[in-house]
């Protein structure tokens, strides 16, 4: 009788190459992931501050009430901060802690890329230092890094 199978430790070969291969991958698919969501907050902040500037233009000042805009914003996501003006859209982790930023001041037009944890080698700040081109945050970290544009 002639049986084929499989050795253990073929098997074994086959387990630990795919190990390596999801070890490989799996940290290079979380940072495309937050990249996206990351894209997704940008393009929210750009049409929040279209709308203040469209509303700058017809009012002669920017305003500090989203219900003023000619957009629906999402107040989960995003906020318009009424003491300093500025535009600002975030993504939070399933515990509800923040892990990127996204912020824009409609007077000076300057842009911010804030990332948690205040490690400048994890996901969220290499995700800032690509968006920005910026090697080095703008201070030194503390919680969080700032980057800016």
Partial sequence: MNKKAF??????????????????????YKKAVLKSRFATIKNMTRAIYEAEQRYYLAHG???????????????NTCSINAPYSYILCSLKDKNNNFILQYIVIPQTQQRRCDAWPGDENSITNQICKIETGKNTPYQQCGPYCMYYY
């Fill in 61 to 75: 000042s920017y305003t500090k009430n989203r219900n003023d805009l000619d957009i629906n914003v999402d107040t």
């Fill in 7 to 28: 050795t253990l430790l073929e098997l074994l070969v086959v387990v630990l190459i795919i190990g390596i291969l999801a070890a490989i991958a799996l940290p290079q």
